[in-house]
């Protein structure tokens, strides 16, 4: 949909929300009573916007900011005020109630229920320390609509009981509008992932808050779903909006992008990474002419793969960048990240050596930021606890596209302690790899490849198979690392070929073919060099694979691709 199909509030008569205890000051048309709860299931949380007259722009009043965000779509407004006193309060929430009346607004006040029942407002939200929710459900109106702040399962477990309307959840991020600093306070995106796995099925919203802005929102809303696909209902927001000097333009940015989110993410449980039409393309042979199709599209678009991975591999990998065709930049710095991600291409994440952790954090954001698929390989991230805990800060912070890893990687990262690791390398493998494959994908929301002699890659519900490969790729160092970066660049290649564009989607392009794709460009390569007569092992292996990745043709892809395609 366009901009300017986009529907936004506009006034209306009269309003159908609050609940009619007071008549606020400046309005004259009655209210039907108790009309809050007549919003009942179909209270529309897209774009909560939680107010803070502190941050208001110099010169720009509370009520004139208040309606320029109205026009720009806010679907319900929270008054939230810390510092007044009861009377100052009331009036400002009636004076909001009065305004967002005329858009078919309804208001929310934060912590009292006093002033939610004298301003005739539609509800009242409530934190933990504030009064108990029995009570102020009783004392509110049948219908009333009551919100909780969450920041544990176990809170969003006693919402439900206790029957709250909705749950804020948070604080996803740090912000500087309240202060969120005690420990464990930020309970980031896999925090809300929790708590959306408890909502499932209870029929309570939910809207994440803390440190949202136009700028991650499409990485929060993606990230913030339980396995199964149980998303937001909406999100809170208060700096984005009101510390904007353009309220309308800060909130219809906001709730645009939300909308087209929340149409792709209604496809399906997976439909954030592929349409059913791509799906019904997933068989052995389409996917080995996607991926020849592809080592062509790599030579054309030449995209710009940016590395920042270890000092094992750093050559290694420029030079497999440009034997496949496009263009490597190692470049770690924080400050250059921002720059790099507005150039079309793909982005790795090895975190083999953890040098750069902060060029790391801003490289995946700016990538999310710019549509640019991010590739991580978390490179023996079970072997320190120092490993797992900056690989919990980077999945927290920026969206994968992919996760690669060995068998020892993928299950520490799937929580399983089926297959022991030795340093970065892995001991074994699963008894049920597709299921394991294809249960990370979902919890992460990515595309899941396990490397071995039998590699396996999942969306979450489709599993592709591939054989390809040769026992030399595990005598040479950095094999698995210059995965990352064939992969990366089949990613970057297919997101800037990609002529339909998926409305919502945080990257465009086929990104499950894309990994199929470097996957079997290195597999095939690699049996190829092996085969050749120069080669006596690893010594001489490594050169003939960079030579091998230089010559690959889409014929080679199509000759000697062995895929097999499990379907769920
Ligand atoms: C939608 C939403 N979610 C959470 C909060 C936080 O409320 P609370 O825990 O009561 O903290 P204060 O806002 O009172 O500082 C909220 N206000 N809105
Ligand atoms: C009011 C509030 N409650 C939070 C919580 O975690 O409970 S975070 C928060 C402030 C959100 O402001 P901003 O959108 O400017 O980051």
Redesign the pocket.
């Known amino acids: 949909m366009s901009e300017s199909e986009v529907p936004l509030n506009r006034p209306v008569p009269h309003s159908t929300h609050g609940f009619e205890i007071a008549e606020p000051l400046t309005r004259t048309t009655p209210q039907p009573s108790h009309a809050g709860r007549s919003l009942g299931p179909g209270f529309d949380l897209s774009l ?1 916007l ?1 107010t803070g007259r502190d941050l208001l722009p110099h010169g720009k009043s509370y009520l004139a900011s208040l309606e320029e965000a109205l026009r720009g779509g806010v679907t319900v407004v ?1 008054v ?1 005020e ?1 510092s007044v006193d009861t009377a100052e309060f009331l009036e400002i929430a009636r004076d909001t109630v009065s305004l967002c009346a005329g858009y078919d607004v309804p208001v929310i006040i ?2 009292r229920v006093d002033i939610a029942l004298a301003s005739g407002a539609a509800g009242a ?4 320390t ?1 009064m108990p929710f029995a009570i102020a459900r009783k004392l509110l109106p049948p219908s009333a609509i009551v ?1 909780v ?1 969450c920041a544990t399962p176990e809170q969003a477990r006693r919402a439900v009981e206790d029957g709250a309307d909705y749950v ?1 959840l ?1 604080a996803v991020y740090a912000t500087s509008t ?1 202060d969120v600093s005690a420990p464990g306070r930020v309970c980031g995106i896999a925090g809300v992932r929790a708590m959306l796995s408890v909502l499932e099925g209870t029929g309570v919203k939910a ?1 994440a ?1 803390g440190g949202i802005k136009s700028t991650n929102l499409l990485r929060t809303l993606h990230g913030c779903a339980s396995p199964t696909g149980h998303t937001l209902d909406g999100v ?1 927001v208060v700096s984005d909006i009101v510390a904007s000097p353009e309220p309308q333009a800060a909130a219809r940015r906001l709730v645009q992008a939300f909308r087209a989110w929340a149409a792709a993410a209604s496809r399906g449980p997976t439909a954030f990474l592929v349409t059913p039409e791509q799906k019904a393309r997933y068989t052995p042979e389409a996917i080995a002419a996607a991926a020849a199709a592809l080592v062509d599209t790599v030579r054309r678009v030449r995209p710009l793969v940016h590395q920042i991975t270890n000092n094992v591999v750093k050559t290694q990998s420029a030079n497999v960048t440009l034997a496949l065709g496009g263009s490597p930049i190692m470049a770690e710095a924080e400050a250059e990240q921002a720059d790099l991600a507005r150039m079309p291409g793909g982005l790795l994440i090895n975190f083999g050596t953890i040098d750069a952790l902060d060029g790391m954090l801003a490289a995946g954001s700016h990538a999310n930021q710019n549509g640019k698929p991010v590739v991580f390989d978390p490179v023996g991230v079970g072997a320190t606890s120092f490993r797992r805990a900056t690989a919990a800060k980077l999945l927290d912070a920026w969206q994968p596209t992919v996760i690669k890893g060995n068998a020892a990687e993928i299950g520490e990262l799937a929580d399983s302690n089926e297959v022991k690791a030795q340093g970065v390398d892995s001991l074994g493998g699963f008894a049920n790899a597709s299921g394991v494959v294809r249960s990370l994908a979902r919890n992460h929301r990515c595309i899941v490849l396990l490397s071995g002699p039998i590699d396996y890659l999942s969306d979450g519900s489709t599993v592709i198979r591939m054989s390809n490969g040769h026992e030399l790729l595990g005598q040479i160092t950095g094999a698995g690392c210059v995965l990352g970066t064939t992969i990366s660049t089949f990613c970057g290649a297919a997101s800037m070929a990609t002529s339909s564009i998926s409305e919502g989607a945080l990257v465009q392009g086929d990104m499950l073919l894309a990994t199929a794709a470097g996957t079997l460009a290195l597999t095939i390569a690699a049996q190829r060099a092996a085969s050749r007569e120069e080669v006596r092992g690893p010594g001489t292996f490594l050169p003939a694979l960079i030579d091998e990745l230089a010559m690959l043709t889409p014929e080679i892809i199509l000759r000697m691709a062995r895929i097999e395609v499990e379907l769920e």
């Open positions: 909560y939680v929270q939230r810390k934060n912590d939200h409530l934190g933990q504030d919100g702040s804020g948070g309240k809207v808050i809170a």
